[in-house]
């Protein structure tokens, strides 16, 4: 019976034989096109498009190399992309915002690239953040395709209707709480403050309020400033000044922002990013005022979060040379600027930041907010860099957003909530192989 | 055999369709002959007996493929640990991942539980079902009755209360959030007449109400029609002679509908408990299980846990899948006992 | 049988019943009188209107105009169950899962009788029916028959005023149903209930019936005793319905007439003379002369010849099928065996007085007095 099977098999292979011929005659044909380089892309605003056409103008220079930009909704490089990179799939480039994370996966280009004494010089504050724990110490593993801080984005006209100041720049976040719920009882607004419900954006507010989320390489999430911080947002959604229709219309760690909320003036004050900037200028136009604030203060600090996206290439490319120079043109100086000109994004580029960028942009709020969120970028805590290059961040990030919603919603009190935050990370960790215990 | 004249060959002579089905049988003909050699090949090699299991092969290489092994795959998963995806880099944990699962100390209070999210999604997934089963299996009866009966429009009915079925479960989910957000038809209804605003996706208790309420809405008409088949394959002589014995309506629905439907409305529950285990597309959309993990099912958990969150916790969504899937094989198992007793009696 | 206090019997009025469904009219307007106790078979072909009868009368389908009384009770706008009326289906449409014992209870319940009268009454119609030894089965492990039996307990438990049967035997095989004719009346003997019975088959009419409603398209052809309607057939339709084997029909035309005799020529032979009293027809008129096999006789002597065609030779009787010369079929019966062979021209006769004459016109009567005379 199984000497019968096997003989079978044989004959199967042999009728597949001619078919497998086929294919690899099919490949050597194809060697002598030109080298192709994919990048898995997400987009914000329109820096898809930007980068298109800035590929558009590499692949004339370079007819040896054609990049291919597959665009992909966000959660797509969120919940695909490690399983494809584990598999040793995916694409050569990727665009990715877990920097730490998915280190392990990164190439190193320093022994490809021509000039890597660029990087280390323009790029330096952001390099560690993709580097692997076990990797090269000067290791070049990508470069930041944008620079991102968290930071409040408040509609100023509903202010102005309701009569009531802007809160100064030294406020507090008790005084923007008072004055949101305040601006929006007047003016009937539904949501009179907004976070984006991820534990990225709900970290800088704890920062400020004296959190240190990490020891040493050890996580260290709950302490007094933390547990203030998820107070406050505990207490706002019960008195109104957060609505449960936001964070509570979706369950886990989903993310769920508010730029629809904000864009139709239902959202006085909005803990977002810079990130929404292209977006709002396009959505709400001339609608209404907007602007980006600085980050209200708490006892500690008055911080966001930093963060952003690089454009990482993966370990597991045929084409380390092309992905090198992809990488390489993206980064020089006049495209680098280009780029960041276009998309409105805050460069993460030494150089650049001290020159200044000319962005390309005539809306007032886009203009008054990029000023404010360059400032910011200054006025960030050294914790909040230091919690953003943490490779292990997203354990944190996830464990603290699911439980804070749990105490939200009633089901947990919130000290069983940071029972469970630290079971998580445990549990996050021996998954990864690390015993926290 | 008595051989026909033959029609003339000519092309012009032939319709459309005669041309169509020499051209058919021409080319089955040709293939036929091309599969030929091949076979008569492999027959040479394995024997007229082997060939069976060649003309088997294709059907056995998909199932092994996409059935069995991604069955053996998900055993393996569950006894091993780590947030790797390829198997080689899993480290084998046996049953850790089950005794995480199971770790509580009383399985009434989630909170004793080391994975209370597993078991808040199973005591959510148990209250679903069961109030959405009877639920289902109440109003897909009666639906049926109404639609069995003397009715205008008959037709019409029939088609409205299964429309719903046909429809993707995202765009049911999307149609009812659409009704029932903050700024929803429903609440617009509600304000205008001077209502206040209901959080019904919001508030746990509403939410959980609309899960049950929108799944029921969904696939209710599935199940109506179900019955409504069993309901016709009774006698109408059975209701007569109910009629000529002087029987009240009442007791002709207990005594004579309810017992000769009953091997129908077994399949229905098992059906629709089934069903109800793994609900989940719809929810997903409506409500993201939320607010907190009021809506948050087994099959959500399982997702989630292996996929959605940043550390992929492949075990014990793997053991969670294993462990439902013991529960639907139970299921399942007593479906095919009862629609086979139904059969022999 | 059952205790003299117990049995009631009840008479039925129809008076002009129709029956529609929708724009087609079944009943044109019914006249029927049942006496108490009468064994009353509605017999006609299918779809003559006769089970529609019957339900109108159950009560199962409302009739469109007319009334119905049961013993001078007007009845027609009550329910099945209020009129006291006992069904037997043809498809005994017992309850499958139920018990023969609950399926005779099951009315019983309804009406909220005692457990133990209820008891009584079922074990009464079982032994009856013989059937007791199978109460605690279910119709699924029954044979014909005894479903059959089990259908008729259930209508006798109830005790009703007047049994209805829907073409009950016409599921069982020919042995079974012969034997179950029998038994049925040899129970309405013992009940003395007044039943209304359905049936297609003249020789269940026959048998059974005190009286025979022979129906065509929703209108009563003729109501007698069974023995009436083979001696005295108000028209063709029922000669030809009532009897086995058929009655011969043969085209005729007068050749002479006077009071009291009538000659006829028929068949492409001589003219016949028949006894008449008053028929008021014509030389010349065109008639349908019928004649029952079993009332012609080979003689050698007749007046008529038959080339046969086909013999039936049954032992006991014999059927000659034959060709007159014009043309028509005719059919013999006669007592015992015959020696007579295909193709071989036979002389015939009709019996004295047994031949019938019908009109040709529209209903095609019966024209007296050769129908009148035996």
């Known amino acids: 019976m199984f000497k019968q099977l096997k003989t079978i098999t044989g004959g199967l292979m042999a009728l597949c034989m001619p078919v497998a011929a086929m294919m690899a005659a099919a490949n050597t044909a194809k060697a002598a096109d030109p080298t192709e380089v994919r990048i898995m892309w997400y987009s914000d605003g329109n820096e898809g498009d930007v980068m298109r056409d800035l590929l558009d103008r590499f692949e004339k220079q370079n007819p040896d190399i054609k990049v291919t930009l597959d665009r992909v909704p966000y959660k797509t490089v969120v919940e695909q992309l490690p399983a494809l990179l584990d598999s040793g799939q995916g694409p050569d480039l990727a665009r990715v915002t877990d920097l730490g994370g998915l280190s392990r996966h990164y190439l190193d280009l320093r022994p490809h690239l021509k000039n890597a004494k660029y990087f280390d010089d323009n790029f330096a504050s952001s390099l560690p953040w993709f580097r692997p724990a076990n990797g090269n110490k000067d290791g070049i593993y990508g470069v930041m395709s944008q620079l991102a801080l968290t930071l409040p984005l408040v509609n100023t006209t509903l202010f102005q209707q309701a009569g009531i100041p802007l809160p100064g720049p030294k406020a507090t976040w008790d005084d ?16 009179p403050m907004a976070f984006d419900r991820s534990g990225h954006r709900i970290s800088g507010m704890s920062i400020s309020m004296g959190g240190k989320f990490i020891d040493g390489d050890k996580p260290a999430l709950v302490d007094a400033g933390f547990k203030s911080g998820m107070k406050n947002l505990v207490d706002w959604h019960a008195n109104g000044t957060m609505s449960k229709a936001l964070w509570g219309s979706v369950g886990g760690t989903a993310y769920r922002g508010a730029t629809e909320e904000f864009a139709n003036a239902q959202v006085v004050f909005y803990m977002s990013g810079t990130w929404q900037f292209t977006q709002f200028a396009k959505t709400v136009a001339k609608n209404f005022e907007w602007q980006a604030v600085a980050n209200p203060c708490g006892p500690a600090a008055c911080t966001g979060m930093p963060g952003g996206a690089a454009l990482v290439p993966i370990k597991a490319t045929k084409n380390p040379q092309a992905v090198a120079r992809v990488v390489e043109y993206f980064a020089s100086e006049p495209v680098y600027e280009e780029y960041h000109a276009r998309t409105l994004f805050l460069p993460a580029h030494a150089g650049l930041a001290k020159k200044g960028i000319n962005y390309v942009t005539d809306d007032a709020n886009v203009k008054k907010s990029l000023a404010i969120a360059v400032e910011q970028v200054a006025q960030t805590s050294p914790i909040a860099f230091k919690f953003q290059g943490y490779e292990h961040n997203r354990i944190l990030f996830n464990a603290m957003i699911s439980r804070v919603n749990q105490a939200i919603s009633g089901e947990m009190s919130l000290d069983d909530a940071y029972t469970r935050m630290q079971a998580d990370i445990v549990e996050g960790f021996a998954a990864k192989g690390i015993k926290l215990q | 055999m008595k051989q026909n004249a033959q029609p003339p060959l000519d092309a012009e002579m032939s319709t459309t369709a005669e041309r169509f089905s020499r051209g058919f049988a021409l080319a089955y003909t040709g293939l036929m002959r091309a599969l030929e050699p091949p076979f008569a090949a492999i027959q040479k090699r394995v024997g007229i007996k082997g060939m069976a299991y060649v003309f088997v092969a294709p059907n056995m290489i998909i199932f092994s493929v996409f059935v069995a092994l991604p069955m053996i795959l998900n055993i393996w998963y569950a006894l091993t640990g780590s947030n790797r995806l390829m198997i080689g880099e899993r480290p084998f944990v046996g049953l850790d991942n089950f005794s995480a699962l199971l770790d509580c100390k009383d399985y009434l209070d989630v909170n004793s539980c080391k994975q209370d999210r597993f078991w808040r999604a199973v005591h959510n997934s148990v209250l679903f079902v069961a109030l959405q089963v009877t639920a289902m299996v109440a109003l897909s009866l009666v639906t049926a009755l109404i639609l069995n009966g003397k009715l205008r429009a008959r037709g019409f009915f029939r088609a409205v209360f299964f429309f719903p079925v046909l429809l993707s479960p995202v765009v ?6 659409w009704i029932l957000q903050r700024d929803g038809l429903l609440n617009a209804f509600l304000m205008d007449g001077g209502f206040e605003r209901v959080a019904f996706l919001h508030d746990a208790s509403w939410s959980f109400f609309w899960t049950v309420f929108v799944s029921v809405w969904a696939h209710m008409g599935f199940y109506a029609l179900i019955l409504l088949a069993g309901l016709q394959a009774i006698p109408a002589d059975l209701y007569e002679a109910a009629e000529m014995d002087g029987t009240p309506k009442w007791r ?16 229905v529950v098992i059906l629709s408990l089934i069903r109800a285990v793994q609900a989940f597309d719809e929810i997903y959309v409506l409500t993201g299980g939320g607010p907190g993990t009021a809506t948050q099912f087994i099959v959500q958990y399982i997702y989630e846990t292996a996929f959605a969150n940043q550390v992929h916790l492949l ?13 639907l094989m139970v299921l399942t198992l007593l479906q095919l006992r009862i629609s086979y007793h139904g059969k022999t009696s | 049988m059952r205790p003299e206090s117990d049995i009631s ?28 106790g009468e064994f009353v078979v509605f017999v006609g072909p299918s779809g003559c209107g006769k089970s529609t009868l019957l339900r109108v009368i159950a009560g199962l389908e409302p009739a469109t105009g007319g009334t119905i009384a049961i013993d001078g009770e007007d009845v027609t706008h009550h329910s099945a169950a209020a009129r006291g009326l006992a069904m037997v289906f043809q498809s005994y449409a017992l309850y499958p899962h139920m018990s023969v014992y609950d399926n005779l209870a099951f009315g019983l319940e309804n009406m ?31 044979s014909g028959g005894q479903r059959q039996r089990v259908a008729i307990g259930r209508a006798i438990t109830r005790n009703p005023k007047i049994f209805l049967f829907d073409e009950p035997l016409s599921n069982l095989d020919a042995e079974l149903r012969v034997q179950m004719r029998i038994e049925l009346s040899k129970l309405h003997k013992d009940l003395k209930s007044t039943m209304i019975y359905v049936t297609h088959d003249q020789v269940e009419a026959m048998t059974m019936a005190d009286k025979i409603v022979v129906l065509r398209d929703g209108r009563i052809e003729q109501i007698g005793k069974p023995l009436d309607l083979y001696n005295h057939p108000a028209n063709k339709f029922v000669a030809g319905f009532i009897g086995s084997p058929r009655m011969n029909f043969i085209s005729a035309r007068v050749t002479q007439s006077s009071a009291t005799r009538v000659s006829v020529s028929c068949g492409g032979m001589q003219d016949t003379a028949l006894p008449v009293n008053g028929t008021g027809l014509a030389q010349g008129d065109m008639v349908s002369l019928g004649i029952r096999p079993e009332h012609l006789e080979l003689d050698a002597a007749g007046d008529w010849t038959l080339t046969v065609d086909v013999v039936e030779q049954l032992g006991g009787t014999s059927f000659i099928h034959g060709t007159l010369p014009s043309n028509e079929a005719l059919s013999i019966a006669v007592n015992g065996q015959t020696n007579v062979s295909h193709g071989q021209p036979i002389r015939i006769r009709p019996k004295p007085g047994m031949v019938h004459l019908f009109a040709t016109t529209e209903g095609e009567r019966a024209l007296p007095p050769s129908s009148a005379s035996v």
Not at chain 2, 172 to 177: F, G, N, S
Not at chain 3, 116 to 133: C, E, F, Y
């Open chain 3, 112 to 142: 909220r009788m005692p457990k133990d009268q209820i008891a009584q009454r079922v074990n009464t119609a079982a032994q009856l029916l013989q059937i007791d030894k199978l109460l605690q089965r279910k119709p699924g492990q029954l």
């Open chain 2, 315 to 327: 075990g014990l969504a793997a053991a969670a899948s294993l462990l439902v899937a013991v529960v």
């Open chain 3, 9 to 36: 019997m009840a008479s039925l009025t129809l008076d002009t019943i129709t029956k529609s469904f929708g724009q087609l009219e079944i009943l044109h307007g019914i006249d029927l009188d049942i006496a108490d």
């Open chain 2, 172 to 177: 049911v989910a999307l149609i009812w959030k």
């Open chain 2, 252 to 267: 002709v629905f207990w005594r004579i509908t309810v017992p000769l439907l009953l091997p129908t409305l077994l399949v």
């Open chain 1, 176 to 191: 923007w709480a008072k004055a949101s719920k305040a601006v929006a009882d007047k003016v009937k607004a539904p949501y």
